[in-house]
């Protein structure tokens, strides 16, 4: 794959070092910033409140951190 035009404001959802070698150019990264934990092994959940403040048992699943 050739190197793709870079645009501000894009966000790449793939392996970062796929992306780094199919839509930048080399040397054109001075920092990359990466916030871990990763691969936790874990599912993250949003938690609800009942209308009285307390706790819910309802919960969505907002990401699961596994490798696949």
């Given at each position: 794959m050739s190197p793709q035009p870079?645009?501000?404001n894009t966000?790449?959802?793939?392996?970062?070092?796929?992306i780094l070698n199919d839509y930048f150019p080399d040397?054109?990264?001075?920092?990359i910033y990466l916030d871990p934990?990763?691969?936790s092994k874990a599912?993250?959940?949003?938690?609800f409140k009942e209308t009285t403040g307390e706790q819910s048992t309802a919960q969505i699943q907002?990401?699961?951190d596994f490798w696949h």
């Open positions: 870079i645009t501000s966000l790449y959802y793939s392996d970062n070092l796929k040397e054109c990264i001075d920092l934990p990763f691969n599912d993250y959940n949003i938690l907002a990401f699961g």
